[in-house]
């Protein structure tokens, strides 16, 4: 996976549940407070925003090429498994296998990266 692929991949599942979160958290508040009680308005703002906030941090570590920002991925696609529907049940699983072919992506590049210095260290020494 080359860094272009890689980035597009983190920006597109970033949006992806930016987009479903941001819908889900106008859906309850703003357009049908009535259809829900007021504890299930506030637990449903409260996950959408904890979800957000780690939506966020995913995306920013992971386009610094962090490695905790795909653990966190697979954190939030672990959740995602855990609310008991087939469309999040399915959209968890696939997330979790991007970020771990992200995570696989970044230690493969680490590696290329100590290699290359190591490489230079012994042209140096001789």
């Known amino acids: 996976m080359n860094e272009k692929k890689y980035k597009s991949l983190v920006v597109i599942w970033g949006a992806i549940f930016l987009i479903l979160h941001a819908i889900s958290l106008v859906y309850v508040v ?9 504890m299930e308005r506030l637990i ?3 996950v959408a925003v904890i979800m957000l906030a780690l939506v966020i941090i995913y995306m920013v570590l992971s386009l610094k090429k962090k490695p905790a ?6 954190i939030i696609g672990a959740a995602y498994i855990v609310s008991l529907t087939i469309i999040d049940f ?10 771990a072919g992200m995570l696989k992506m970044l230690n493969l590049g680490k ?14 020494e001789n």
């Open 90 to 99: 399915i959209i968890g699983i696939c997330f979790i296998i991007s970020c």
């Open 69 to 74: 920002g795909p653990v966190i991925g697979m």
């Open 111 to 124: 590696e290329q990266k100590t290699k290359a210095v190591k490489e230079s260290k012994e042209q140096k």
């Open 44 to 46: 449903t703002a409260f």
């Open 30 to 38: 703003g357009i049908n407070p009535n259809g829900y009680t007021y």
